[in-house]
């Protein structure tokens, strides 16, 4: 649950939840008057854009590697997308809400000066042998924290297109759509952000076996 706050509208608390409700927060939207109807405006925000929360928070936590920061960032990513919902032109959103997600988790990046380090669950996720044996479990264990290492080193233009590819399952135009850069960029970036783990977590994996 996150506790979204916000003078913007004179909303005390905006708390968005599976349970929350349009009716509940256009009971407190009320910006200044001669703006648009709030609860109208508040029900088609909820219903475009809370369905991508989880995609929301994901991206900040993996860029920050900071629950609180991911916080943060998700609360004000999602009252600038409020404020500038005029400017959304349909679709599922989710590519819109991340691009504002990245840019301010970039903002706070710059801001903070920080080294953003994040966790990477890919394949290695998927069910597994029932019959595998505690060596190979241990093993591919080493394969995931070796991969979630290298992925801490990769720039945050190639983290960011591994996260919501891999992760958020986004096409390469949704990809593009988020990060404001071209198809062709994206493609690149992905690919060469894959060879780099690869290459690393083979490197890491040597060096462990010695």
Request: with cysteine; charged share 25%; hydrophobic share 45%.
């Amino acid at each position: 649950m996150y506790h979204i706050v916000t003078n913007d509208f004179a909303l005390p608390t905006w708390i968005v939840s599976s349970g929350g409700s349009a009716a509940q927060l256009a009971g407190y939207a009320r910006r200044e008057a001669g703006l648009m109807e709030a609860a109208p405006r508040v029900a088609l925000f909820e219903k475009t854009m809370l369905p991508h929360l989880d995609a929301a928070y994901n991206l900040a936590r993996w860029l920050t590697r900071n629950e609180h920061d991911a916080e943060d960032i998700v609360q004000e990513s999602y009252l600038r997308a409020f404020r500038f919902f005029d400017g959304f032109r349909g679709g599922d959103g989710r590519s819109w809400l991340l691009a504002v997600v990245r840019n301010t988790a970039l903002t706070w990046l710059h801001r903070e000066k920080t080294a953003p380090q994040v966790s990477f669950d890919e394949e290695m996720h998927g069910p597994g042998s029932e019959a595998a044996t505690v060596e190979a479990k241990l093993v591919e264990g080493a394969r995931f924290a070796a991969l979630r290492n290298c992925l801490d080193l990769l720039p945050v233009e190639f983290r960011e297109v591994v996260v919501m590819r891999e992760m958020e399952e986004m096409s390469y135009l949704e990809i593009a759509e988020a990060a404001s850069a071209p198809i062709g960029t994206v493609m690149s970036r992905l690919s060469r952000a894959r060879q780099s783990l690869r290459d690393c977590v083979a490197a890491r994996m040597k060096e462990d076996s010695k």
